[in-house]
């Protein structure tokens, strides 16, 4: 963090970028320019990459992927859009995959276009520097605020969202330790798509985890406080989306 933030790439306060407060403040704009609809920010589910370990880069490895951290806006129906901003895996085949150091990257998903990428310079101090004088310059031409794309649609935002998710569980060995998370998936409607645990090779490591079917954020936090309830777990448990087509 100190190397990033001699180059100019974070934030004096770190906090806005490592805790996902940086990337939430820009997805309420980008909800403004899609659907029309102004969210309080802290209305959106926000989790930053504070409690991401390397274990976790290494279970994203054996599942062909990595993990970013991504904000996501979507239109669930006519009327309801979701948005959040969570350290997320994601597919090595997928463009976000690829967007590395300073560089921030908008991916559009219409029906025409399928998927657009937009690619770009998103901290330093050159690029900094440009869109302030870009918005001195919008401010002196008096420019109006652009209009949403979508400036008839009347949409609610829903906090909450559906998606298949990655588990992380931190465990002491004991018995029945699979069947009763099992239990607990199928106490608040989680369908596990599979289990998967890497070599232990010291205390920190003694991690497993679990991938789901598609299923609401609401439920994966009714799982993870009751897996965290049990005696053999292991600190807090961990979740992020999974944004990939092959578990879905």
Same mark, same amino acid.
Not at 114 to 122: E, F, L, R
Not at 153 to 163: A, E, L, P, R, Y
Not at 220 to 227: F, Q, R
């Given at each position: ?16 970028? $490592? ?56 239109? $669930? ?73 979508? $400036? ?5 935002f829903v906090n909450d ?80 989306p999974v944004l990939s087509?092959?578990?879905?």
């Amino acid at each position: 963090m100190a190397e990033a933030s001699r180059l100019g790439y974070a934030e004096a306060d770190p906090t806005l970028d $490592v805790d996902g407060f940086d990337a939430r403040s820009k997805l309420k704009i980008l909800l403004r320019l899609a659907y029309g609809i102004d969210v309080k920010e802290e209305e959106i589910s926000c989790r930053g990459i504070t409690e991401l370990t390397k274990v976790d880069f290494e279970y994203a490895t054996m599942l062909g992927g990595t993990i970013k951290l991504v904000g996501v806006a979507k239109k $669930v129906d006519e009327r309801k859009v979701v948005a959040f901003v969570s350290p997320s895996y994601i597919s090595s085949d997928e463009t976000l995959a690829s967007v590395n150091g300073a560089t921030n990257a908008i991916e559009i998903l219409s029906k025409n276009l399928v998927a657009s990428t937009y690619i770009g310079q998103g901290a330093g101090r050159w690029p900094t520097a440009n869109s302030v004088v870009n918005d001195i310059t919008s401010i002196a031409k008096s420019d109006s605020t652009l209009a949403p794309f979508n $400036v008839k649609q009347d949409f609610k935002f829903v906090n909450d969202f559906t998606s298949a998710f990655y588990i992380r569980i931190k465990y002491r060995d004991a018995l029945g330790i699979t069947r009763q998370c099992g239990e607990i998936c199928e106490k608040f409607g989680v369908s596990i798509y599979s289990i998967l645990q890497n070599p232990v090779r010291n205390r920190d490591d003694t991690a497993f985890v679990i991938i789901t079917e598609r299923v609401p954020l609401s439920s994966i936090k009714k799982v993870a406080a009751d897996i965290e309830g049990l005696d053999w777990c292991f600190g807090n448990v961990f979740y992020m989306p999974v944004l990939s087509d092959n578990f879905i």
